[in-house]
Structures are given as C-alpha cells and as structure tokens.
C-alpha cells in the first residue's frame, strides 16, 4: 500500500504541492486528474524518489521512502516503473536497447532471452518489429508507447503513468488501456495513472482522484465522482471554462 | 560583497567537481569489484573521442612542430648551433605544448560535446529515467567519459608529439637545411624520458578536467535548449581556464620531482 500524507513541495517561491494525502492501495488502480500544471508530473516523482518533498511522506509498504539512502531506493525502484510525460527515451539507444536497459543492467538473462522479453513488450503496445528503430525516427505517440514498454519489461510490481494515452489516436487509447487493464489482472500491478483523457479515466480507474491548487479536492469511484455535488468535480469532468476552478 | 559572492561560486564549484571526480572513482572501484564495469560503454567513448579528435590534433601538432622549427631553427643556425634544434623542438613540445595544446583542442571538441549531450539528457528527462531503472547516472554516464577523456588525451598527446616532430623534421630539412640525422640524433641526444612523461601525466590531468567539468556542466543544466548552448560553451571556457591554471602548479610540481629523484 502507498500511502502519502502531507506532501508539501515548492519550487523557489512557487508551492506546488501543499498538502497531498492520497492512499493506493495494493492492486489498484488510480487516476490521478487535475488541470495542466497542477503538480501531478511533481506529484509522481516523488513517488518514485526523484524529487524530496518540503515536508511529508511517502509510505511504501508501511516505510518512508523519503528517508531511504541511495542503496534502499535502488531496491524499491527495482519493483517499480514509471513511464515519463516525455517519454524520456534514451536517445543514443536503440528501441530494443532502450526496453532492454533494466534488464540487461540487473538480470542475468541472456541476450536471447532479452530479445524475446523485448519482442513481446512491443506487440503488447502495438509496436511489432520496431526493435532497430532510433527514438529520433518515431512519433510522438509511439514513443509513449516504447517508454509504456521500457516501464513494463522488468514486470514492476507498481507502475506510474504520466499521461499513457496522450498523442494517440482514439483506437490506440483503448488498446492500451486493455493492456493497463491485462497487466493490472494477470500480475495485479497496482498503478498510479496520470491522465486528461476522461473515457480512458473511467475505463482504467478503480478509483479517481482530482488535483486542483496542490491538493487532493475530491476522490472516489467512477460513479461518485460523476456524480458528486462539488462543483470543482463537475466543472472539471463538464471541461467547462467558467466556473470555480481557475486556470493558473 | 561581488568579492564574496565570487569567492563562495568557486569554493562551490570546487566542491562539485571534487565530489563529482570522488564519484567517478568510487564507481569505477565498485565497477571493478562487481565485475559490472561498463567496458563496452568505455569503448565507445575512447573511440569516439579519439576519432573526433584526431584531425583538430594532427594539425595542431604538425603546425606547433613546424613553427616552433622556423623560429627556433634560424636563430640557432646564426649561432651555429644547428644540432640543438631538434632537442629544444622536442623539449617544448613534450613539456608544454603538446600536453596543453591537445588539451585545449579537446577541451573544446569533447568537452563541448559531453556537456550538450548529458546536458540535453538532463532537460529531457532521461537521467531521470536512468534514475528510476535503478541505475546511477554517475556510474552509466561519467566514469566511461572520465576515464575516455583521461586515457585518451595521453593516446592524442602522444600523437601530437609524434606528429609535431614529424613536421618540425619536414621543415628542418627543407627550409633551415638540416639533414635528417642531425635533427633526429638531436632528439635522441637531448629529449630525455622524464620530459615526455611529465607532459602525459599533465594530459592525464587535463583527461581528467575536461572529463569531470563536461559531465558537471551537462548534469547542472537547466531550461531549454538555450540552457544547454550556455552549458556547452560553459564547460569548453571553464575547462581551459583549469588547463591553464593548473598547468603551472603541474609544472612546478613536475619539476620539483624531477630534480628530487632523477638527476
Ligand atoms: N524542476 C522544477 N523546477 C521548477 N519548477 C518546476 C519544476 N518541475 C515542475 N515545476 C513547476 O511545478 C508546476 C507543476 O508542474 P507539473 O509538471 O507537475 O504539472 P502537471 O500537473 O504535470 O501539468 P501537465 O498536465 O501539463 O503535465 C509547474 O508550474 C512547473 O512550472
Ligand atoms: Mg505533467
């Protein structure tokens, strides 16, 4: 179970996050909404240990992993993924080189074995044989979809997504969200999935939560978030312009 | 007050590229204990930078060793001391100028190229994602680009010797009239071995500068694009002022030595 309490984080005079409580639980899946720029991409770093907050914690299996030294995160991050805005493919590499990485770095697998692993990663995100490109020769859909590959080669036990779905076309979405849905089924991955794509929200979402001015303003399932009284929730889920939730 | 600021910026950078440097160390030992050093990342980075390199370094030493000739050789002939020419040729070279020349040739086609690289990584994310696979940016990235940097500017030095010599010969011959025998006999004669090892444990040292400021400047940078034009030309500027800081304090060093223990 990940449990965050009270993560505050600012950026010199900019408080980005001011107070996040959150609790996934194992097995779960959460979507994480909330308008561009509210700290959600900060929100996953530091669950991963990339950035240290002001003040809080991050609890993984009952243990702040906020206080953990190089060498306990290392382990951690071994059972997780995380699949960057970006995409953050390595660029000198290969396709196949970059899903390969983590598991030539820390398996003893043969390079046959790697290749098979990595094969199969990219059928699953719709990518068959795309192994010898370069990063610089895809869009920029499929390379969210080769960074959805890289963060699944190693099988984590916990997967963090920063938009999965951004920059594909309608039918690709739903393909990745049966494969999020397979994952989460077949090896009960608990995922934290950041999205501004409604459908695949509600399709993927165990339960959903909204980030609005650095804080956690609403969460529950599909159902209650539909239909809460918030007005934040509704002007959000409505995209309309007006209403109490300002643009930054 | 500007004073201050001034002073706390270089002991703070000074303690970056201590730390960075005590980083690359305690990874290559850790590298090499576990087995899991990178030598084929080590490779690349070797071949890459000796192939980059290798022209700027070829011309600079040939045109170094042909000019050095010019000067030097029709002094020296006006005095009749035309069997010297080759000696203090060589002697300039091996001390001084082809460790710092290579160096500064380097410095600004490597040097350059290590921070634009790891400084278009950093605002890329992709150190983070190195980061999140478990895997040290310090020990992936820096330790084969300080060791690359470190071993082959000795391997360019040398060449830039070699080559310097090989133009100062042409010269020699063609223009000061000297015969080959003499020139080369001249080297043999007074080109002692501690001159050219001192001048390739300075290019060992200047390696290792130009490797650790690259990686720095890359890593430090921020913002966009622009954020990396400023770290490029970052590290070249501060890689040379090091070259040619601690150049003096190698020499002295160097020379204190050799008259300790060799002569
Ligand atoms: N390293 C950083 N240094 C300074 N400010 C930062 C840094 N990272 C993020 N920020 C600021 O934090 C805020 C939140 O950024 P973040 O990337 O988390 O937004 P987001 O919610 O993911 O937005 P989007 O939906 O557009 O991806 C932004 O205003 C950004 O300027
Ligand atoms: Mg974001």
Known sequence: ????????????????????????????????????????????????????????????????????????????????????QSAALFDSLTVEENIAFGLRKHTNLSDLAIHHIVSEKLEMVGLPGANHLMPSELSGGMRKRVGLARAIAMEPEIILYDEPTTGLDPIMTCAIDELHLSLKERLGVTSIVVTHDLNSAYRIGDRLALHYGGRIVAIGTKDEIINSPDPLVQQFIRGEAKGPMTLL | ????????????????????????????????????????????????????????????????????????????????????????????????????????????????????????????????????????????????????CTIMLVVLTIF?????????????????????????????????????????????????????????KGFTTEGGAEGVGKSTTGAVVLAIMFILAVNYFLTVGINNFNTAYLS
């Open chain 1, 1 to 84: 179970m990940i449990i965050i309490s009270n993560l505050c984080k600012r950026f010199g005079p900019k408080e980005v996050l001011r107070g996040i409580n959150l609790k996934i639980y194992d097995g779960e899946s959460l979507v994480i909404l909330g308008p561009s720029g509210c700290g959600k991409s900060v929100l996953l770093k530091h669950i991963i240990g990339l950035l240290k907050p002001d003040e809080g914690q991050v609890l993984i299996d009952g243990e702040d992993i906020t206080k953990f030294d190089q060498k306990r995160l290392d382990a951690l991050r071994m059972r997780m993924g995380m699949l960057f």
């Open chain 2, 1 to 148: 007050m500007i004073l201050l600021d001034l002073i706390r910026d270089f002991v703070l950078l000074f303690g970056s590229l201590a730390i960075l440097f005590l980083q690359s160390i305690y990874w290559t030992i850790h590298g090499l204990r576990t087995g899991r050093l990178g030598w084929k990342n080590l490779m690349d980075q070797m071949s890459r930078i000796g192939v980059d390199s290798f022209p700027m370094v070829a011309i600079t030493g040939f045109s170094t060793g042909a000019v050095l000739v010019v000067q030097i050789g029709y002094q020296f002939a006006q005095l009749g001391a035309q069997r010297y020419v080759g000696g203090v040729v060589s002697m300039a070279m091996a001390r001084e100028l082809a460790p710092i020349l290579t160096g500064i040739v380097v410095a600004g086609r490597i040097g350059s190229s290590i921070a634009a690289e790891l400084g278009t990584m950093k605002i890329t994310e992709q150190i983070d994602a190195l980061e999140t696979m478990a895997t040290n940016p310090v020990d992936e990235l820096v330790v084969p680009r300080f060791w690359g």
């Open chain 2, 160 to 216: 830039t010797n070699v080559i310097g010599m090989i133009g100062g010969s042409i010269v020699a011959v063609n223009q000061i009239g000297l015969t080959m025998t003499t020139f080369v006999d001249s080297i043999l004669q007074n080109l002692k071995i501690q001159d050219l090892m001192g001048g390739l444990f300075k290019a060992m040292v200047f390696g290792a500068l130009i490797g650790v400021i690259g990686c720095y």
